[in-house]
């Protein structure tokens, strides 16, 4: 199999920073490579990775994601940045990205329209705030950051949410490569891989980390798999965005994204990512008590 590290999404009803912590504790002893925690309604992702990361040293960290909506690129860079400190050189991610229009308009009464040039904006800003010089001189039509931090730490990683192509030209050009969520193999190879190496190689960056984040159980009811996943994900999956990566997979049910089969069809289908050039499988284990379990066994057996 192609190299990919295999990680574990938090899931996005972590209510307390404890659970958190717990999440991370699980993760580390089952042997996954890291943790990805959303930014919701419930903690703070960033203020409960920080205390994650010091709590459990073994296992990295990391957002999918944070919207930017209401995150000026300043104070989001020193988040990021005393994250980064409190885990350890190498141990953080920070993703970011445009969510929805729901979230935008809804939650924070942004307007969701000209979200990408938000988006262009806040990258500028903070790949000067988290670079070598920690300095940010942008005066844009969103957005105004005009710092120079005094942080003495080794920077996160950068990451962005990307699934058009300007997300993906973005996330070539200013990050360290895109974190993807209910993005099939179809797509992944014929846009997403082929748009962000190429943005990247015209900043002349390294080759994009790709972090494919997919529902994933091992079972041998898969009837009875995709039925209990289809509830966790068809309100995203009614999402325009969605919808169009579910058409470009050639699918009518959200639930046939999700990788599931015996050890053998979900071995295959991790493999497959694998050589199309991910990174990183940020799997959503869900099933039964012992589905997980056979999940997760799999899973890091395929990692090590």
């Known amino acids: 199999m192609g190299q990919i590290a295999i990680s574990v999404w938090a899931g996005s009803d972590r209510k307390s920073v404890d659970d958190v912590v717990a999440c991370a504790s699980q993760a580390a002893d089952a042997g996954y490579h890291a ?71 809804g939650w924070y009464g942004i307007p969701y329209r000209q979200a990408v040039d938000l988006c262009r904006e806040e990258l500028e800003a903070l790949s000067g705030l988290l670079g070598p010089d920690r300095k940010a001189s942008i005066e844009g039509t969103h957005l105004t950051a005009r710092a120079s931090l005094a942080v003495d730490v080794p920077a996160p990683s950068l990451v962005v949410a990307a699934m058009g ?39 002349g960056r390294p080759e994009p980390r790709v972090i ?8 041998s009811e898969v009837p009875a798999a995709r ?32 990788i599931v089969g015996d050890a053998d069809t979900v071995a295959g289908r991790v493999e497959a990512l694998a050589e199309l050039g991910v990174t990183e ?24």
Do not use: K
């Open 212 to 219: 494919a984040g997919l529902p994933v159980c091992v079972t």
């Open 35 to 105: 943790i990805w925690l959303p930014q919701t309604l419930t903690v703070d992702a960033l203020t409960a990775l920080a205390v994650a990361a010091r709590a459990v040293t073994s296992v990295r960290v990391g957002t999918a994601v944070v919207p930017i909506q209401g995150r000026h690129p300043i104070p989001l860079a020193q988040q990021a940045l005393t994250v980064a400190g409190a885990a350890g050189p190498g141990r953080f991610t920070l993703g970011i990205g445009v969510t929805h229009a729901l979230v935008s308009e």
């Open 227 to 258: 039925d209990r996943i289809r509830p966790r994900i068809e309100a995203a999956g009614n999402m325009p965005s969605y919808r169009r990566q579910l058409a470009a997979e050639g699918l009518s049910d959200v639930a046939e994204l999700a």
């Open 281 to 304: 499988l940020m799997a959503d284990v869900f099933g039964t008590p012992d589905e997980r379990d056979a999940t997760a066994a799999l899973l890091t057996g395929l990692a090590r």
């Open 165 to 203: 192509p300007r997300m993906l030209e973005l996330a070539g050009t200013f990050s360290d490569g895109t974190v993807t969520w209910m993005t099939g193999p179809a797509t992944l190879a014929a846009q997403v891989l082929p748009a962000i190496r190429d943005a990247a190689s015209r900043a």
